[in-house]
């Protein structure tokens, strides 16, 4: 509906867009051993939006962080991310709620150390635990 409309549906405020990529998959290799995937619900000029339903509420801590990885993914694929949008629909109770989340250079910066630093630690985890070599076969 949004790629073809160029809008969102009534139920999350039937605002228009200009020129709407939906569930735009990005894919970047960082570190030989590291190859992060996002698909970003919604590319719109230099906004991100992300589209949540179910009763927990568009400012949820959790939402900043994935926000931040579509915005780093996005400005290391070439695109400028200056704001990304959770807007967060309540079925239950027929309601919308948006949060803004504003892309620094620092937000930037902090979450590539973050996602390098989480995905080391895991990836150390499944060398020192051989979960490659048990695993390989499944």
Known sequence: YIGKNKQFPEELG????????TELKIVK?????????GVIDCLD??????????ITESDEPGFEKQVGMYAYLAA??????????VIHYNQHIKKVDNSIYWITPRLLKDT???????SSEMYNYFI?????ER???V
Do not use: C, R
Not at 14 to 21: D, F, Y
Not at 29 to 37: A, C, M, P, S, T
Not at 128 to 132: A, D, F, G, Q, S
């Open 29 to 37: 290799q960082l570190e030989d051993w590291l190859e992060i995937v």
């Open 45 to 54: 000029g230099d906004t991100i939006y992300e589209f949540k339903t179910g």
């Open 14 to 21: 039937g605002g228009k867009l200009t020129e709407p990529k």
């Open 128 to 132: 020192e635990n051989k979960l490659y």
């Open 76 to 85: 290391i694929s070439g695109h400028k991310i200056k704001k990304g949008i």
């Open 112 to 118: 590539g150390e973050w996602i390098q630093t989480i």
């Open 135 to 137: 695993f390989a076969k």
